[in-house]
């Protein structure tokens, strides 16, 4: 099992260098929530309750056809996480394989948003201050608006946990249904629902600094967590644990090769019969039946290596000696020819 931190580690090295397509692929999911919620509020302005809900059901709608783009861009991420292939074109690999099953795993997750925020709904609607209204009375709405929307928020948040891996799961088996693929998500989370809480809540630090930089850090914080999550999936697959194993086993291999030689099945069949040895061993003994023999062996041998010695020597008395190239006067000479 993975730490949270080495799960960080790994989501910053896959990251390292691709910061600029996973920030323009985020800008691109939060731009086009932003443009789906800015075209209902213009297609529906009215304050009437026909107007609100028929806001809501379109907004609905477009968030199902969005969530599609955003499981796109999460196959992307486990692409560049395994060291893939990717671009852009990732965010509508759904839209090319069955969007289908994306749409109805992501309508019963909108539905669970849509529960746990329907207390700060109803009440932002139904207790708007009017324009008469005391600063007071406008404190306490707002202080009691965002009240709800933080606990209604906390609560999809964790109900959603055990669903979190879906689109990662029908990413990586595209012959799975959506119910098929939320109910693995499931069995995949038991026991690991508080491991992966613990993992979200370790950025709301981070979350917290971005506002001394006006939430541009966001911009970096919000793919990070998203690098992280798939990192925690491919923890889950088993799949990090055998990358990990093979950095190690390179890492071991870089500092001494020796530790994966070849094995003694793959080493030719002669150094397998006759290994390598690091000395040499001692002839034995020649024995004789008498010491007669012996001694006569003895002489032998000597009056070989006297035989030898002779040969040398006269190859030597035979060379012809070498005549001094310089006939020149010695300084010597000169000196005692001066004395006579």
Do not use: C
């Amino acid at each position: 099992m993975t730490s949270r931190r080495e799960l960080k580690n790994y989501a910053k090295q896959a990251m390292s260098g691709k910061y600029g397509i996973l920030i323009l692929a985020f800008v691109a999911v939060q731009a086009l929530a932003l443009i789906s919620s800015m075209i209902s509020s213009a297609l529906f302005p009215g304050e009437e309750t026909i107007d609100i809900v028929l806001s809501y059901a379109f907004t609905f709608i477009l968030t199902l056809l969005i969530n599609v783009v955003a499981a796109g861009m999460n196959y992307m991420y486990l692409n560049i996480a395994r060291g893939k292939a990717y671009s852009l074109n990732d965010l509508f690999y759904f839209y090319r394989h069955h969007p289908d099953r994306v749409i109805v795993a992501g309508f019963f997750m909108a539905v669970l948003n849509m529960l746990t925020m329907l207390p700060y709904t109803i009440y932002s609607n139904a207790n708007l201050p009017g324009e008469d209204a005391s600063v007071e009375v406008l404190i306490t709405w707002l202080y009691t608006g965002v009240v709800l929307m933080i606990v209604g928020m906390i609560v999809y948040q964790i109900l959603v946990i055990p669903l979190e891996m879906t689109y990662y799961i029908l990413a990586d088996k595209p012959e799975l249904k959506s119910t098929e693929a939320m109910k693995e998500s499931l069995e995949m989370m038991h026991g690991n629902f508080g491991r992966y809480l613990m993992l979200k809540i370790s950025f709301i630090p981070l979350m917290f600094l971005s506002v001394f930089t006006f939430y541009i850090a966001l911009l970096w914080i919000f793919p990070y967590m998203a690098m992280t999550e798939v990192m925690f999936y491919r923890d889950l697959t088993g799949e990090l644990k055998v990358q990990k194993e093979e950095e190690e086993r390179a890492a071991r291999d870089y500092v001494n090769p020796m530790f994966d030689s070849h094995s003694q099945s793959e080493q030719p069949q002669e150094e397998q019969t006759h290994p390598q040895q690091f000395w040499r061993m001692l002839e034995e003994p020649v024995s004789y039946e008498n010491e007669d023999e012996q001694n006569i062996t003895d002489n032998t041998e000597m009056q070989n290596v006297q035989a030898d010695m002779d040969d040398k020597k006269e190859q030597n008395d035979s060379a012809p000696k070498e005549e001094e190239e310089d006939n020149e006067p010695k300084p010597w000479d000169e000196y005692f020819n001066s004395l006579k």
